[in-house]
């Protein structure tokens, strides 16, 4: 198996999940985890399994991410099975309840980045595999809600 977990981090927390995935899914011969600026088009050649997240900031993933999606050849990613995720605060948490009606009439106009990472995985010719997910933090800088890192963990392993 050749994997690649590919991510943006801001504060940390987007990094602390793509590590879980890496080690949830293998050995470091067989799996890499790399920030988004960092891989190389050769990286992309032989892959079966591509994962790539990125915090949601407006509602986007962020620029590094989109980066790294556009440069990926056409059919760049044909035959590789991909999955998507993001890191994101819950509306729930969000207060005082007007704060929290807003934003939840913001997320469905605009959702989170994992939707464009999806997309953009899909649109190069990958193969997804689960369901895009969101992990969530505390707050905007984090940390990551208690049993994240866990689910995380669980998510990735449902693609092979």
Known sequence: MKALVV???EFGNTE???QAMGEALGSQ??????RARDVQPEQLTGLQ?????SPTQAFQPTSATKEFLKD??????AGVKVAAFDTRISADDIS???L????NILIKLFGYAV???ANGLTKKGGELTVSPEGFYVEDTEGPLKEGELKRAADWVKQII
Request: proline share 9%.
């Open 7 to 9: 991510y943006d981090s």
């Open 16 to 18: 602390k999940a793509a």
């Open 29 to 34: 011969e067989d799996v890499e985890v790399l």
């Open 49 to 53: 399994y591509l994962i790539v997240g």
């Open 72 to 77: 990926i050849p056409a059919q760049g990613l």
């Open 96 to 98: 005082p309840t007007i």
């Open 100 to 103: 929290k009606f807003l934003l």
């Open 115 to 117: 939707t464009p990472i």
